[in-house]
Every structure is written in C-alpha cells, then in structure tokens.
C-alpha cells in the first residue's frame, strides 16, 4: 500500500473556503446591486406619480375656475397659483387658460395648459361646455 504525504495536501483546505468566501461575496454584491437600483427606480416612479398627480389636479382645479365664473362670456378666467402640499415638497401649479370658437354657451371650447414647478412637464387638455357640464375632449402630457 502506498502512503500519501501530508505535507503536499496542506493549505488546499484553506483555498477551498477562500473560493466559497469568495462566491459569497459575489453573491452579496449582485443582491445589493439590484436592491439599489430598484429604489433609485421606485424614487423615479413616485417623483414621476406626483407630477402625474399635481397636473390633473391642475386641470381639476381650472376646470372649476371656468363653472365658477360661468364660462366668463368670451373672456378667459384667470386662475392664481396654486401650491399643492406633497410629503416631497410642495409643487405649485400655473394654469393658462384659453377660448375657442364658440366662445360662449353650450358647445363653448377652452384650452387649457397646466404646468409644475419643479418639473419640465406640462398637461394640456381640451374641453367643452356641454348640457351637463365641462367634457374633458383630450389630454397630452409632455
């Protein structure tokens, strides 16, 4: 029988605990790559909901501006500012709004143009004044 010598097999142990340490940490740093990127993402997705969120209330808030002035005859309504309170910060809306053709009575036509601070996004939405009330036509966001 043959004997093996010990002295040739010392450290292999250590080598193999050392790969394993190794692959471990491997592992460790890929989970924790993917945990930050999905909150950098998640952050992205909320500050994106907000403005989303701030916009529409902008043209909730002029359309209430054109029924409470009642359309104003030919004339545009004025809206103010309006700050918007967010957990974030608060968001202050600008809305411009402007008349078509008819400018008055059932079938009158407003433009309306809502814009953030804090964001380089805007919502612009047509209505019209119909029978019952304001009818959102269309929205675009840029």
């Known amino acids: 029988m043959r004997r093996t010598s010990r002295a040739g097999q010392r450290g292999q142990a250590l080598l193999i605990v050392l790969a394993f340490v190794a692959a471990f940490l491997l592992i460790i740093w890929a989970a924790l790559?993917?945990?930050?990127?999905?909150?950098?993402?998640?952050?992205?997705?909320?500050?994106?909901?907000?403005?989303?969120?701030?916009?529409?209330?902008?043209?909730?808030?002029?359309?209430?501006?054109?029924?409470?002035?009642?359309?104003?005859?030919?004339?545009?309504?004025?809206?103010?500012?309006?700050?918007?309170?967010?957990?974030?910060?608060p968001v202050t809306l600008n809305v411009a709004i402007t008349k078509g053709n008819p400018c008055k009575g059932s079938g009158a036509t407003f433009t309306m143009v809502v814009t953030a601070s804090g964001t380089a996004r805007s919502l612009t939405a047509q209505m019209t004044q119909g029978a019952s009330g304001m009818v959102i036509d269309w929205e675009s966001y840029q």
Do not use: F
Request: hydrophobic content about 35%.
């Open 33 to 89: 790559s993917l945990a930050s990127a999905a909150l950098l993402s998640q952050n992205s997705v909320r500050t994106d909901t907000r403005e989303t969120y701030a916009l529409d209330d902008g043209v909730a808030w002029g359309m209430q501006a054109i029924d409470v002035k009642h359309g104003n005859g030919c004339n545009a309504p004025k809206t103010a500012s309006l700050t918007l309170n967010y957990p974030s910060g």
